[in-house]
Structures are given as C-alpha cells and as structure tokens.
T-cell receptor
Framework: GAGVSQSPSNKVTEKGKDVELRCDPI?????LYWYRQSLGQGLEFLIY????????KSGLPSDRFSAERTGGSVSTLTIQRTQQEDSAVYLC??????????????FGPGTRLTVT | KQEVTQIPAALSVPEGENLVLNCSFT??????LQWFRQDPGKGLTSLLL?????REQTSGRLNASLDKSSGRSTLYIAASQPGDSATYLC???????FGAGTILRVKS
C-alpha cells in the first residue's frame, strides 16, 4: 500500500519568504508527527497530531513555525519569514492510534529545505 | 531532560562480521524503543519495534534487545553485508526522542 508521502522533495527559498511543506500520511493513521533533521544534528521533534486532540506543539522552535492537519489526514507545516538556520530536512511520520506515542512510526522521504 | 545516546558514532567493519550497536537512555519509563535505518538523502525505515513488555525482537539477521532496568537497547546485526551500510537510529517511543545515530559502513 501507499506509504507516507511528502511534497515537495526539495525546496529552495530566499531568506524572508514563507514556505509550506505538505505531508500525506498513511490512510487510516490517526497520529502524525513532524521532525526536523539538520546537517550533523539528530532528529528534532516539532509537532504531533493525534486525532481530534489539540496538537502537541512543544517542539516548534519559534512562532514562525506552525502546522495544521485538515480533516484528520493531510498536514501542512508552514515556516514564515524563513531564516538560513531553517535549512534542514523536514520529515513527516504517521502511526496508527497512538495516544501514548507508542506505536510504530512510518516515515516519509522528507523535504529538503534550503534557505539562501 | 530526556536523552538518548548511541555508541559508537561511527563503525566500519569488513563484510561478514557480526556487530552490535548500542542505544542508552535516561529515564527507565519507556513505552517502546524503535530502531530505524536511514540511507543518505532518504527518510527513515523502521527495522524493529520493542514494546516495554518485551525483551527482544528479531527480523532476519537483525536482533534488538531492551533492558529497561539499565536503560539500554542493543541492535545486533549478523553476517553484515555492504547493503547494511546506513545510519542507524534508535527512538524512545513515548518521549519522541531520537539518538544521534551510528553511521555504519560495511566494506566488501
């Protein structure tokens, strides 16, 4: 079956511009996660959606970052007024109902963001 | 602060060798531990998931163990192959914390 998909695969933007990154989770998965992987860094948790519950935004690095999940499926991560330090690979993952964040996560291929 | 540490940071072995990758974590409260591999420029592929009630999981040449009391998990790779070359990451499930990874290179 189809896995997690992300678009675009690569995005180059100028400093100060806004960008939107999209994630299509596996059908039926109620939990969705966004992570960031910077060069030489580990994976950094950004935000977590579980069903209709309020998202856990505790990992978002600044108020320039926001995410939404429409209809419990597709999610969009928005970065406003991009900075060079935002350059990273943004990874999305989904899992089945996962109130305790304990179920197996399936990752998309990521979006490589480069801010020039 | 929740931390996950992976040792070694990098490992280079000849083809055919058995090897062990280590993952240690603070806070023994754990729901599960998941091992992934990441190929260059790609996303993460799940290898094994060990629930807190389990001690080990096996898939093919891979075996992962979990010792909650000592805060450790190991990933054992038997008869390594060049195709095993990748970065291996462990994740502590309930806190969504990843280790920095072990870069494995298997030489033919």
């Amino acid at each position: 079956g189809a896995g997690v998909s992300q678009s675009p695969s690569n995005k180059v933007t100028e400093k100060g511009k806004d960008v939107e990154l999209r994630c299509d989770p596996i059908s039926g998965h109620t939990a969705l996660y966004w992570y960031r992987q910077s060069l030489g860094q580990g994976l950094e948790f950004l935000i977590y959606f579980q069903g209709n519950s309020a998202p856990d935004k505790s990992g978002l690095p600044s108020d320039r970052f926001s995410a939404e999940r429409t209809g419990g499926s597709v999610s969009t991560l928005t970065i406003q007024r991009t900075q060079q330090e935002d350059s990273a690979v943004y990874l999305c993952a989904s899992s089945p109902m996962d109130r305790d964040r304990s179920y197996e996560q399936y990752f998309g291929p990521g979006t490589r963001l480069t801010v020039t | 602060k929740q931390e996950v540490t992976q040792i070694p940071a990098a490992l280079s072995v000849p083809e055919g060798e058995n090897l062990v990758l280590n993952c240690s974590f603070t806070d023994s409260a754990i729901y599960n531990l998941q091992w992934f591999r990441q190929d260059p420029g790609k996303g993460l592929t799940s290898l094994l998931l060990i629930q807190s009630s389990q001690r080990e999981q096996t898939s093919g040449r891979l075996n992962a163990s979990l010792d909650k009391s000592s805060g450790r998990s190991t990933l054992y790779i038997a008869a390594s192959q060049p195709g095993d070359s990748a970065t291996y990451l462990c994740k502590k499930g309930n806190k969504l914390v990843f280790g920095a990874g072990t870069i494995l290179r298997v030489k033919s």
